[in-house]
């Protein structure tokens, strides 16, 4: 079935640094993948929509310029996050849609934690 | 925001029907409901998908109202690695990649 990887599973870094989290479609094409961000027991909410070869589309209330995102190929997307604060530790989560006959695929998530 | 409602949490015995409900009473014509769920610290899992007709895979089925104003996601034997928050999601399906709005869920508790 259609998988995406997204990697790393966890990081830790300080305050002030930046995190690149990569999610890739194994076997299929992604021209469009999806960003989302996770707090504790709260929902998913969709942070920006990743577009192969053009600029990213963000959600209200998203900086663009802290969230940098690259989709410079059919199979990944990066998303890095910019000066980390400990505001940001999350649960960052990119997904895309293998096909009109499947449901969106999900990677596995990452957990950031900015100390 | 969420189209969709659901209870906060429910509760099943190990081997039993869990039965999630979901109502999405403003669902449009061409809006299918998307079942997913989210295992701990995991991204969500794609369940089924339906439109009007109830549906079933291997993982549960899925039983549409007639109105289409509310639908039930059945797991017909709950075990322990069931437990999972439950979203239930409207999507258009077939058009533009739009993205999926995720709304609370239904934490399930899966007890021996």
């Known amino acids: 079935g259609a998988v995406v990887s997204q990697h790393p599973s966890w990081v830790i870094c300080k305050s002030g640094t930046s995190v690149k989290i990569e999610c890739r479609s194994l076997d299929f094409q992604a021209t469009t993948m999806f960003w989302y961000r996770q707090f504790p027991k709260q929902s998913l909410m969709l942070m920006a929509t990743?577009?192969?070869?053009?600029?990213?589309?963000?959600e209200q209330g998203v900086e663009k310029d802290k969230f940098l995102i690259n989709h410079a190929s059919l199979t990944l997307s990066t998303l890095t996050v910019t000066s980390a604060h400990p505001e940001d530790s999350s649960f960052y989560i990119c997904?895309?849609?293998?096909?009109?006959?499947?449901?969106?695929?999900f990677g596995s998530g990452t957990r950031l934690t900015v100390v | 925001d969420a189209k969709t409602t659901q209870p906060p949490s429910m509760d099943c015995a190990e081997g039993r029907a869990a039965n999630l409900p979901c109502n999405h009473s403003?669902?449009?014509?061409?809006?299918?409901v998307y079942w997913y769920r989210q295992i701990h610290s995991q991204g969500p899992q794609y369940i089924i998908h339906g439109l009007k007709n109830n549906e079933t895979n291997e993982m549960a089925s899925l039983i549409i109202t007639e109105d289409r104003k509310s639908s039930t996601l059945i797991l017909p034997h709950a075990t322990l690695r069931d437990t999972a928050v439950y979203y239930c999601?409207?999507?258009?399906?077939?058009?533009?990649?739009?993205?999926?709005?995720f709304g609370k869920g239904t934490k399930l508790s899966v007890k021996p």
């Open positions: 990743s577009n192969e070869g053009s600029k990213a589309t963000y």
């Open positions: 403003t669902i449009s014509g061409n809006e299918y």
């Open positions: 999601i409207d999507y258009i399906y077939g058009g533009s990649q739009g993205n999926l709005i």
């Open positions: 997904s895309a849609m293998p096909g009109l006959d499947y449901g969106y695929t």
